[in-house]
């Protein structure tokens, strides 16, 4: 099992047969995302989530499903950092589902993954992702001999060190590779939608396969995030500066979360766009240039998940 970036930050509620008004593109949002899964593209709005799967007979398979967030369900949790810790786990629970669902329809009778081979998997890359990403890096930056604020950035470049090898490293896979194309359709259809023109695939491919708001650029983020909270924090002995990398994962990603909102609010300014630009550079690797097949795929899911929002009106 590998990690894919989740993008759960795009615009939404824009009809597709219309074009953007100048409020329209002002107008910030998070809750219109979605993520590149095995042959196909996850896409999700606040009430509904639609997975697009090319099969191995060519022919695409949706699968569409109502969600009802937590913190639609209790008020408390829409508060400022509580929202950022459910939305996070929602995304995760909501990518884990895809991407296996994906990997099923992709795998003939006999391969199809039951429920015990997912809950192993998601177990395997939860394990990885907090070893290669917080006691990893904590552990290689521990040999320097280093202290403070210097230790917490040195460990940060480590860890992004870790992350681009990483990303490298699977980017060489074959299937991984079609992931990113994936990822790359994705955010082609995005811009497509988010400029208000029709959605077909000519015009898809005109468009970036780059977004300014991909989860990708959250993990640069939460980069920045660790150092300073890191440096808020007593130096009570190797053991349990470590058991800080992990217990206060949620609380760096709530903040993360938090910093990302503000960065879509004001993302039209000249500092912001400067801050995101790491991100966007980033995603040189965790995108590829898809074909036509790949963009059609992510055009469909992002149909599918606005007709449902016209539906439910």
């Given at each position: ?41 996850m896409i999700r709005s606040k009430k509904d989530v639609v ?263």
């Open positions: 099992m590998f990690l894919i970036p989740l993008d759960f930050s795009y615009e939404d509620g824009i009809p597709l047969d219309m074009k953007l008004s100048a409020e329209d593109k002002e107008e910030p949002s998070l809750a219109f995302g979605g993520q590149a899964v095995m042959e196909g593209v997975v697009c799967v090319r099969q191995p007979n060519d022919q695409v398979l949706t699968k569409s499903e109502e969600i009802r967030s937590l913190s639609v369900r209790y008020r408390v949790l829409r508060l400022p950092f509580l929202r950022g810790v459910v939305a996070l786990f929602e995304a995760l629970y909501l990518g884990f589902k895809a991407m296996f669902f994906s990997v099923n329809v992709s795998l003939e009778e006999e391969e199809k993954l039951g429920i015990t081979e997912i809950a192993l998997a998601i177990i395997l890359a939860l394990g990885l992702a907090l070893f290669m990403f917080s006691v990893l890096p904590f552990v290689l930056t521990t040999l320097l001999n280093l202290r403070g604020v210097v230790f917490n950035v040195v460990e940060s470049m480590v860890r992004l060190g870790v992350l681009l090898l990483y990303v490298v490293s699977i980017s060489l896979v074959g299937d991984i590779r079609r992931v990113f194309q994936y990822h790359g359709a994705e955010h082609k259809a995005i811009n497509a939608f988010e400029a208000g023109v029709e959605l077909s695939v000519v015009n898809a491919k005109n468009h970036s396969r780059f977004h300014p708001r991909c989860g990708t650029s959250f993990i640069l983020i939460v980069i920045l995030i660790s150092i300073l909270i890191f440096s808020l924090m007593p130096d009570l002995g190797y053991f349990l500066r470590l058991s800080y990398r992990i217990v206060l994962i949620p609380v760096i990603g709530a903040v993360s979360y938090e910093v990302l909102k503000l960065s879509d609010r004001y993302r039209n300014s000249g500092i912001m766009k400067v801050l995101v630009a790491p991100g966007l550079g980033l995603q040189y690797l965790t995108t590829k240039e898809p074909d036509e097949k790949m963009i059609a795929v992510a055009l469909k899911a992002v149909k599918e998940v606005d007709k449902l929002k016209k539906t439910a009106k």
